[in-house]
């Protein structure tokens, strides 16, 4: 018997919930392709219905806005994430090597989950690296959080920041480096290919560099007395 995997949204997100229609699960997939084709500044409902062979109300049937339908694909993409960071440290005992794990995950590129057929992870993956900071980098932010828009994303943080936590009881900060961690593993990746006068890592596609790092830059952090001394 196949398994999907099915994450529950914020209902404010859509007006209609994408994930109850075949129709729905196109808009969700072709927005992820075209968002990845061709920007999010240069994407509009109007494209996405051409490139879907609908109309452009179908599409504002389900999303008020494109503001909202990049909210709700990025904040999937979060939840989707922490789902595959608890069951990649479920059975981790040792907190030091689930912590790696989870920035492993976090600094990696995704291949495409089957349990998903209308997301592409893969896909969604890039255009989380190279625009998903615009769901929240507005002037709306604060209207936005109001709404528990950015709760996925919360989660995550909270997720690492736990695990932080167990590594060292004492740190101070366990939530701003967990923040540090997930902005910083797509921050670094997108340099590397877009930007490598912004990295040590030169032109390269080699993602263990980013994830080597991060963890000297996690563990000096957790450990800066026990260094020290």
């Known amino acids: 018997m196949e398994l999907t995997l099915q994450i529950q ?3 404010k997100l859509y007006l209609r919930n994408p994930e109850d229609t075949d129709l729905g699960r196109e808009i969700l997939r072709h927005s992820i392709i075209l968002i990845h084709k061709t920007g999010f500044e240069t994407f509009t409902f109007k494209k996405l219905a051409e490139e879907m062979g609908t109309t452009e109300a179908s599409v504002y049937r389900y999303f008020e806005n494109k503001h909202r339908l990049l909210v ?4 999937w993409y979060w939840s989707w994430l922490e789902y595959k960071i608890a069951v990649h440290t479920n059975n981790i005992k040792n907190p030091e090597i689930k912590l790696k ?4 995950l976090l600094s990696t590129m995704v291949k495409d989950d089957i349990h998903t057929k209308h997301i592409d992870e893969r896909l969604l993956y890039e255009v989380v690296m190279m625009e998903g900071v615009k769901a929240y980098l507005n002037r709306q932010v604060s209207i936005d959080n109001k709404q528990s828009f950015f709760k996925p994303y919360k989660d995550l943080c909270a997720s690492v920041a ?3 936590s167990e590594c060292n009881p004492k740190y101070k900060y366990p939530r701003s480096l967990a923040t540090t961690i997930i902005e910083m593993a797509h921050f ?5 290919k877009n930007l490598p006068a912004l990295t040590d890592f ?5 993602e263990s560099k980013v994830i080597k790092f991060l963890e000297d ?9 026990k260094l020290k001394q």
Request: hydrophobic share 45%; glycine share 4%.
């Open 162 to 164: 736990a695990i932080i």
């Open 72 to 75: 709700y694909i990025v904040s």
């Open 9 to 11: 949204m914020n209902d």
């Open 188 to 192: 670094q990746n997108y340099f590397m």
């Open 101 to 104: 794990k989870a920035m492993q």
């Open 217 to 225: 830059l996690v563990f000096s952090s957790l450990f800066e007395k």
């Open 202 to 206: 030169g032109n390269s596609k080699d």
